[in-house]
């Protein structure tokens, strides 16, 4: 293939190392000495002649670099091949440079100069490479002082052609002018130093400085790859970095015991890839291969903890490799190749569907846990695949980036057949064996980034608080659709804006009053009274809380349901002004169920207006939307983090509910289940958004009563009016496996469902147990849309794993309570030197005060 700019990436922006290493020098490799070879890998780039290149063995993580200093004229091809191939950069003639420079990138160049034609490179040329190897007869730091001049930004290499090797003192100094210094191997050793070879480890310590008393460098071991995490902090010595260099071992410097052999007692022993200097030349980084239990003597793989991420993974896959039980997942996809290529291509396909950042980073996950188990089962490491992206990362030539025709057809066959052809169906796991890793991950839900959203909607609330209604109308017309007159309807409201039909008033009706009768019964209406000591009665009573706001969504679904969840228990309360908002159609009106609950509760005032807007001219009034109090209402994040922005402003002095999070139900079935039962609960939350969460807990289910189950989520789920929307939450949601009734009751109360449904033998003996939930629905008949809507409990439930905090909507949520105390003078004679005591005690004389002037005027 003929290189030309077409296919080469291009960049411009020099570099400071080669292959991630800050070298104390380059290693001219001038004969093919592999006992030379290999430590000097460990510590120095390899500067490779061209005529030498393809005869070389080379270690695998050796960095290395060509040099093309022939006369010939420049072969493009040949230069493109030695990138591809692997070498991080070419050093090349100025000859070559018409043919070279503005093709290739500026980043994989060096230009060979003599020293006399320095001043002859050009500003373009010397922007299209990314450093300079100069040839002069000796290595004079002032010479490199001088020369740094015509190349600002560029990495400036000097190879001195004398026969001798240089001094320590000469490739310090050069060190220190910005500079590095290629030293021929043939002057090197790996005896020790003499006048006619240098010690590599003596020449890579030239330029390290040490400001300990002891002389000794500050070393960082970090493992190779994974990510370059830190294993240890350690120290060096001349003695035991040579050591390190010539055995390719761990091997460093105790205070306390000398040369420390790392492994030599303890089996840990490690591989060194590279030894690098930090910038400024005073301490060391070991890029190490750690093996057996670890760098930490407390047997863990870092000083500074576990591995965590990928490395994890890995650490957990090979081990389960070895050790998992069988029967239990892992161990089934070790050893049925069949089911992990299909759970591969499965989880390819649910990642190339999924839309939000969140879904991508969700299915890219299981995507890369079931890729790393093919990997480990075929013995292939996170430092082989690292291996292969470095060496991609080198190419300089671009595939065309068409996918197979196989693929290509398959993908196309997808995208024009029709949504119907797709299983709807749930991901699956099992607690059985599971790590505690791995069982808090089935307990998260998808990570909420409120600040991000804050910030958001900080513009929305912020231009309502300060413009008032003329924002919020400018709003309303931006998101909603409506352009209103007013933001306000107040009563009497019209019997045409809420006519309805018969049997939906009845049913509305009836819900009424069922969630009526149930909140009128939570009512705190008689005050505590306690006499706490003779003379002390202490008492508790309730108040409304004065002015409410109710947020109703709109959006996907008219929500009446929630206009009654919410007005019910505040009017049942005594709130005084219960302001209802809701998003307006684009006509301007209100869905006539909403206006009928309105009235039904007796709602002061309705807002004419949705998310953030809404929250913040009930959190700060308008001049003509009251402000509130208290907020209350689900809503989208929109909705949600106004609710948080405005509950942290002092100005405001507004609460709010609850956190909200998506929309959630937690089944748990056992052999008992109606598997269509059990799916149609399932779906009648996933039907809510498609970022609703949805499990299911199976007790001990067959394989055959399960997939009853996914057969009846999928065949119900396709007669459904908002199937896809179900399409978007099923496959995100989640069956988990469970051995018995109390390990699924434990995974339930530590995930804090919202709803939680029990198709359970015996099942009302088990909500006793029940320690975490929003709303609990016991046994086969006692499906969560009853609930929803008229059993007479209320729908509006703490999400996101807040089941553990806070309580559901309530009667009680519209209230709060006063407490008062009244103390008799004979009481106040008993508990005044208690009180006064520990006043005194805390150094608050004045209240100590208040009460001993009281005991004095009644002696």
Not at 121 to 135: H, M, T
Not at 304 to 311: A, C, I, M, R, V
Not at 525 to 530: E, K, M, N, R
Request: proline share 6%.
């Amino acid at each position: 293939m003929v290189a030309n700019k077409s296919n080469l990436h291009f960049n411009l922006k020099p570099v400071q190392v080669i292959g991630n290493i800050m070298p104390a020098f380059l290693a001219f490799v001038d004969n093919g000495d592999t006992d030379i070879i290999y430590p000097l890998a460990r510590i120095a780039p390899l500067v490779i002649p061209a005529l030498n290149a393809e005869q070389l063995s080379l270690p695998v993580h050796a960095s290395y670099v060509i040099l093309a200093d022939h006369d010939s004229s420049a072969d493009l091809d040949k230069v493109v091949s030695w990138l591809d191939n692997g070498a991080d950069k070419v050093i090349f003639p100025l000859a070559w440079a018409n043919k070279l420079v503005g093709v290739i990138p500026a980043d994989r160049l060096v230009l060979l100069l003599d020293v006399a034609n320095v001043s002859a490179v050009s500003d373009k040329l010397s922007a299209g490479v990314s450093g300079v190897l100069i040839r002069t007869p000796v290595a004079d730091p002032e010479l490199v002082s001088s020369i740094s001049r015509f190349f600002t930004g560029s990495t400036i290499y000097v190879q001195a052609t004398s026969s001798t090797p240089p001094s320590l003192m000469t490739i310090r100094q050069i060190k220190l002018s910005g500079a590095t210094l290629a030293i021929p191997a043939s002057q090197l050793t790996t005896r020790n130093s003499s006048p006619s070879h240098l010690n590599i480890a003596d020449a890579f310590l030239a330029p390290v400085t040490s400001d300990r008393p002891d002389g000794l460098f500050p070393t960082v071991v970090s493992s190779f790859p994974q990510g370059g995490r830190s294993l240890g902090l350690v120290y060096s010595s001349a003695e035991s970095v040579k050591e390190s260099i010539l055995s390719g071992k761990g091997v460093y410097q105790s205070r306390k015991h000398g040369l420390w052999r790392k492994g030599e007692t303890s089996g840990a022993t490690q591989n060194i890839v590279k030894i690098a200097l930090d910038c400024d030349s005073d301490s060391l980084e070991f890029s190490v291969v750690q093996h057996g239990n670890g760098f930490c003597h407390l047997d863990r793989a870092s000083c500074f903890g576990q591995l965590s991420g990928l490395s994890a993974l890995e650490q957990i896959l090979q081990s389960r490799l070895v050790s998992a039980p069988e029967g239990s997942y892992t161990k089934r996809l070790f050893n049925d190749p069949t089911l992990l290529r299909a759970k591969i291509m499965e989880e390819a396909d649910e990642l190339c569907s999924a839309e939000t950042k969140e879904e991508v980073a969700f299915e890219a996950a299981d995507l890369i846990y079931f890729a790393l188990t093919r990997c480990v089962s075929a013995g292939v490491s996170i430092v082989d695949i690292e291996q292969n992206l470095d060496k991609k990362a080198k190419k300089v030539t671009r595939r065309p980036g068409n996918a197979k025709p196989h693929w290509s057809s398959k993908a196309q066959t997808k995208n024009s057949a029709s949504n119907d052809e797709r299983p709807i169906r749930m991901r699956n796991t099992s607690l059985a064996g599971i790590s505690l890793t791995s069982r808090a991950e089935l307990l998260k839900r998808p990570v909420l980034k409120s600040d991000e959203m804050i910030a958001k909607v900080k513009p929305i609330v912020d231009s309502v608080r300060i413009r008032g209604d003329a924002a919020l109308l400018e709003l309303t017309a931006k998101f909603d659709k409506a352009v209103l007159q007013s933001p306000i309807l107040l009563p009497p409201y019209s019997a045409e804006s809420m006519t309805l039909p018969d049997d939906v008033q009845a049913a509305i009706d009836t819900a009424y009053s069922n969630i009526y009768k149930f909140h009128a019964a939570q009512t705190d209406g008689a005050s505590l009274v306690v006499e706490t000591i003779p003379g002390v009665v202490c008492s508790r009573f309730a108040r409304p809380i004065a002015r409410v706001g109710l947020y109703v969504p709109g959006g996907t679904a008219i929500l009446p349901s929630t206009a009654l969840m919410l007005g019910i228990p505040a009017q049942v309360a005594g709130c005084k002004e219960i302001v209802l908002a809701t998003p307006p159609r684009p006509d301007g009106s209100i869905s006539p169920e909403v206006m009928y609950v309105a009235k039904l509760v007796g709602a002061s005032a309705i807002l004419m207006a949705g998310g953030a807007q809404a929250i913040a001219a009930l959190a700060y009034g308008t001049q003509i939307v009251p402000k509130v109090d208290k907020i209350f209402g689900p809503g989208n994040q929109w909705v949600t983090a106004a609710k948080m922005l405005v509950q942290n402003d002092t100005d405001a002095l507004v609460s709010i509910d609850m956190p909200a999070g998506p929309s959630e139900v937690l089944v748990i079935a056992d052999h008992t289940a109606n598997a269509s039962f059990v799916a149609a609960d399932l779906l009648s939350q996933a039907e809510h958004g498609v970022d609703s969460q949805v499990v299911l807990v199976g007790v001990n289910l067959t394989a055959e009563h399960l997939a009853e189950i996914e057969y009846e989520v999928d065949k119900q789920a396709r007669a459904l009016p908002r199937v896809d929307i179900i399409r978007g939450s099923i496959p995100k949601s989640l069956i988990v496996q469970a051995s018995s009734v109390d390990e699924a009751l434990t995974f339930s109360n530590d995930y804090a469902p919202e709803h939680l449904i029990l198709h359970i033998e015996h099942a009302p003996d088990s909500v006793s147990k029940i320690q975490n939930a929003g709303s609990v629905f016991v046994g086969p008949y006692t499906p969560e849309s009853c609930g929803d809507y008229a059993s007479g409990t209320n729908h509006t439930l703490p999400t996101n794993g807040y089941a553990r905090q806070f309580s559901g909507v309530n009667t009680q949520s519209f209230q709060k309570h006063i407490t008062s105390q009244e103390i008799t003078r004979e009481g106040l004679q008993i508990l005044g030197p208690v009180v006064a005591t520990l006043a005194d005690r805390e150094g608050l004389g004045a209240h100590a005060h208040a009460v001993r002037i009281r005991l004095q005027a009644s002696a």
